[in-house]
């Protein structure tokens, strides 16, 4: 679903993917080849979000106020990002949480079920978990890279190959 909110409008690029089950509201801005599936929220009536290029938002995962995902970033299912920026290449594990004011750094990943405090940043290429998330190790992850590369596939599928049966 896709709706206006005090005269804002989504914008979305022609090669996005959004499912007709995700909500997206207002001010939100989809960049080319980004995906966003179904039951995702991202509502832009507090704040501008962006998606970026090639990005993607897996199912049931939340975005609100100003949070922006740079190109190839991911958000796993059920993920929150409220107010926080995910650099390009970075991963948010399923049910994770990012807060207010945090940066999670470019080829990082905060894992499932973690929480990223406000204000906090992770730095480039690591791996953080536990509530609050605390730095683990060191990103040297070759499949990592290709996460938003599947996801951006797996939706030219959904394009090409689904259909509607109600």
């Known amino acids: 679903m896709l709706r206006s909110f005090d005269g804002m409008e989504p914008r979305i690029a022609d ?3 959004v499912d007709e089950a995700a909500v997206v509201i207002g001010d ?3 960049e080319a080849d980004a995906s966003v599936w179904p039951n995702v929220t991202l509502r832009g009536d507090h704040g501008t979000i962006v998606v970026g290029e090639g990005a993607n938002v ?3 995962a939340v975005l609100h106020e100003d949070a922006e995902l740079k ?3 991911t958000v796993g299912h059920s993920a929150i990002v409220h107010d926080a920026t995910v650099e390009s290449g970075a991963l948010v594990g399923m049910n994770a949480v ?3 004011g945090a940066s999670v750094g470019e080829g990082a990943v905060v894992a499932a079920g973690s929480v990223v405090t406000e204000g906090t940043t992770v730095p ?3 791996l953080v978990a536990g509530a609050p998330a605390e730095p683990k190790a060191e990103v040297d992850d070759p499949h990592l890279e290709a996460t938003a ?5 797996l939706a030219t599928r959904y394009e090409e190959t689904s259909d509607r049966l109600d």
């Open 15 to 17: 090669s996005a993917y």
């Open 28 to 30: 939100v801005v989809i």
């Open 58 to 60: 897996q199912d049931n």
């Open 71 to 73: 190109p190839s970033a």
């Open 98 to 100: 990012v807060l207010d």
């Open 124 to 126: 480039p290429s690591t």
């Open 149 to 153: 590369d599947r996801y951006a596939e």
